[in-house]
Antibody, heavy 122, light 110 residues
């Protein structure tokens, strides 16, 4: 069974940093699959945050996180990352990693993780 | 960039059909038919139900169908079942090479 398992969430103060990880099992985390991070604030809708191509050569972000978040992947470790700096209260959300079935980011997420909660608060 | 526009809620009785719209600008949808729909039951992760406007993944009932006309994509659920009660989100690949979700629609099966 294909699974994505996020980790690294937690409580952090405004201005702080966190690194989220997403470990894939049951599939070869190859350059065939683009990956994304999608977040959901409590009681709110889904918001795509960032995506990375299968090779890792192309990365994409929403404007509100550009310069603060960095997406990366290590295909040899079957792991996706999201490094988050200068965190703000409005970054508080459940962060899901999600897999596209092709090398380019498309939003056809055929596998989702169960999410990791990030809370930014003093 | 604002979210794609979806009705906040729709409802229908078992056996009926409902349609959920997803409206944006030409830039939101780009020159592509890369619109997907995801279903999210309470307390669970989302699940893909349609990709590329009309394509159903294996295991998704054919009661779920999609279409797109101009800057509006639509999800139609025929023969409503109680287990269809969930939140539904459209997502589109944009001209900026980013993804944009709709605000979500809560489906209530009466």
């Amino acid at each position: 069974e294909v699974q994505l398992l996020e980790s690294g969430g937690g409580l952090v103060q405004p201005g702080g940093s966190l690194r989220l990880s997403c470990a894939a099992s049951g599939l070869t985390f190859s350059n065939r699959y683009a990956m994304s991070w999608v977040r959901q604030a409590p009681g709110k809708g889904l918001e795509w945050v960032s995506g990375i191509s299968g090779s890792g050569g192309s990365t994409y972000y929403i404007d509100s996180v550009k310069g603060r978040f960095t997406i990366s992947r290590d295909n040899s470790k079957n792991t996706l990352y999201l490094q988050m700096h200068s965190l703000r209260a409005d970054d508080s959300a459940v962060y899901y990693c999600a897999k596209d079935p092709m090398p380019r980011v498309r939003g056809a997420f055929d596998v989702w993780g169960h999410g990791t909660m990030v809370t930014v608060s003093s | 960039q604002s979210a794609l526009t979806q009705p906040p809620s729709v409802s229908g009785s078992p056996g009926q059909s409902v349609t959920i719209s997803c409206t944006g600008t030409s830039s939101d949808f780009g020159n592509y038919n890369r619109v997907s729909w995801h279903q999210q039951a309470p307390g669970t992760a989302p699940k893909l139900i349609l990709s590329d406007v009309t394509d159903r993944p294996s295991g998704v009932p054919d009661r779920f169908s999609g279409s797109k006309s101009g800057n509006t994509a639509s999800l139609t659920i025929s023969g409503l079942q109680p287990e269809d009660e969930a939140d539904y989100y459209c997502v589109s690949y944009t001209n900026s090479s980013t993804l944009l979700f709709g605000g979500g629609t809560k489906l209530t099966v009466l």
